[in-house]
C-alpha cells in the first residue's frame, strides 16, 4: 500500500474526539456506547481511541437516541440495556440498606437456584423480586420507579461503567471491594493511567499542606495520576496541588455524582469534572450516608498504586483506607514524624501491619519504585533530583 492509498484509508479514522463531533454527540456519550457494546472502535489503548467511518454511519442511521437527549435537556440516557440493568440492580439495593454485598448475594442466590436474568423483562421481573423480597408488586413498582426517575435527572455527561465491562478499571475490579457500578464525569481514560492516593486528615497542619503540595507536585512531574476524596484538608490540598502543577487527578466522592460535598468544596470538583475525573459508586436515588465515606475509601485504594498517609489523627477517615490498602496489598506509606510521634498510636501499628515510613521525597519515591506495578518507574534522576528535599 502507497502513501496515497494510506492518506485515503486515513480519512475514514477518526478519534474519539472526531468520532464525537460527527455523531453531535459528547465524548462522555461517546464512552457510554463504547462501554455498552453499542460501537466498538478499531483501536483502543490508554493513549488513542480510534474509529472506522463506516462503522459510527451505522451507529447514525440505526439509533437516533443521541438527538432525544439534546432535545431533553441533555439528560442521561435511561434506554441503554445495561443502565436499566443498573436501575434494577439499585432497585433490589434498596431492600437492603442500600448495601451491595448483601444486594449482590441475593442477586447471586436468585441466578443460581432461579435462574434469574435482568434481560427477563419488568413484567417477569418485577412479581419474581417482589416475591423473593417478600413485598407487594405494586410496592416494588413504586421503588423501581423512583429509582428509575433519578437516573433520569442525571445529565448526558455522566459515565455509567459496569463491573465486568471493557472500561472498568481491572485492578480495582480484582479487589473483593469492588463496586458493581461506578458513576464517573470527566476523563474515564484516567483510571487506565498509574495513580498514588494522597489522602489524610480533614484537620491538618501547615506544615503537611506544604509537604502535601511539594509530593504532589513531584508525582505529578513523573506523570503519576493523584486520588484523593475531596475532604477538606489534605484531600483538598493534593487535588489543588494536582491542577495547579498541570496534573491530573482523580476525586472519589462519597455522595451521588450529581451532588456536591461538602458544599465549600462545589467549584473544586467542577473543576475536576471538566480537567479530570469524578468518580462515585453510589446512585442518585440513594441519601447520603454517613458509611458511604469509609466505603468510598476502599474504591479510592482500589484504583491506586500505592496511599500515601499525609496527616492523620487516630480516627481520621484515612486510616480506614489504610486498612483497605494493606488487605488489597497495595502500600501505605507514612511520614516519619508521625511514627516518631509519642502522642499517636497508629502509626507505629500500621508499620507493624506493613506499612513503609519515609522521611524525605527521595525516600517516598524509592518505596514506590519498588513497587511491583511501578518497578523502575523513575530513574536515577528523578531520584537525584529531590535527594536532598526533606518532607519532615
Known amino acids: 500500500m502507497d502513501r496515497n492509498q494510506i492518506l485515503e484509508l486515513m480519512k475514514e479514522i477518526y478519534t474519539a474526539a472526531e468520532a464525537a463531533e460527527y455523531l453531535n454527540i459528547s465524548t462522555q456519550r461517546l ?10 472502535p478499531i483501536k483502543s489503548n490508554k493513549s488513542v481511541t480510534l474509529f472506522y467511518k463506516p462503522d459510527l454511519d ?18 442521561f440516557d435511561i434506554n441503554v440495556p445495561y443502565v436499566r440493568d443498573a436501575i434494577l440492580y439499585f432497585t433490589i439495593q434498596q ?56 437516573f433520569s435527572t442525571l445529565t448526558d455527561d455522566v459515565i455509567l461503567l459496569e463491573k465486568g465491562g471493557t472500561l472498568y478499571p481491572k485492578q ?16 474515564v481514560h484516567l483510571l487506565e493511567e498509574k495513580s498514588i492516593s494522597v489522602v489524610g486528615s480533614r484537620i491538618a497542619s501547615t506544615s503537611s499542606l506544604e509537604n502535601t503540595d511539594r509530593l504532589v507536585r513531584s508525582l505529578c512531574r513523573r506523570n503519576l495520576v493523584i486520588n484523593a476524596g475531596l475532604a477538606k484538608g489534605i484531600d483538598t490540598a493534593s487535588h489543588t496541588a494536582a491542577l495547579k502543577y498541570g496534573g491530573k487527578t482523580i476525586a472519589v466522592i462519597g455522595t451521588p455524582i450529581n451532588k456536591y460535598y461538602p458544599k465549600e468544596n462545589k467549584e473544586l470538583q467542577i473543576e475536576i469534572e471538566n480537567n479530570g475525573l469524578v468518580v462515585s459508586q453510589f446512585p442518585p436515588c440513594n441519601e447520603v450516608f454517613k458509611w458511604n465515606f469509609p466505603t468510598r475509601n476502599a474504591t479510592m485504594s482500589g484504583i491506586s498504586l500505592a496511599t500515601v498517609i499525609m496527616h492523620a489523627g487516630e480516627t481520621s477517615g484515612a486510616l480506614k483506607q489504610a486498612d483497605y490498602a494493606l488487605k488489597q496489598g497495595r502500600d501505605v506509606l507514612i511520614p516519619k514524624s508521625a511514627v516518631m510521634n509519642e502522642s499517636l498510636k497508629w502509626p507505629r501499628n500500621y508499620v507493624d501491619k506493613g506499612a513503609k515510613v519515609f522521611s524525605n521525597l527521595k525516600e517516598i ?5 519498588h513497587n511491583q506495578a511501578l518497578e523502575d518507574w523513575f530513574d536515577s534522576t528523578s531520584l537525584e533530583e529531590v535527594s536532598d528535599v526533606e518532607m519532615d
Open 365 to 369: 519515591l524509592m518505596i514506590l519504585n
Open 95 to 150: 431492600y437492603f440498606n442500600c448495601n451491595d454485598k448483601r444486594t449482590e448475594r441475593f442477586i447471586q442466590d436468585l441466578t443460581i437456584n432461579f435462574g434469574f436474568d435482568y434481560r427477563n423483562g419488568l413484567k417477569n421481573n418485577i412479581p419474581f423480586l417482589a416475591n423473593h423480597l417478600h413485598v407487594k408488586d405494586a410496592d416494588f413498582y413504586q421503588v423501581y420507579g423512583k429509582v428509575k426517575n433519578s
Open 31 to 40: 464512552h457510554q456506547l463504547v462501554q455498552d457494546g453499542s460501537l466498538i
Open 58 to 75: 451505522n451507529r447514525k442511521i440505526s439509533n437516533f437516541s443521541n438527538s432525544k437527549i439534546n432535545d431533553n435537556n441533555n439528560h
Open 172 to 187: 480495582l475490579a480484582d479487589t473483593v471491594d469492588a463496586p458493581p457500578y461506578l458513576f464517573l464525569k470527566g476523563d
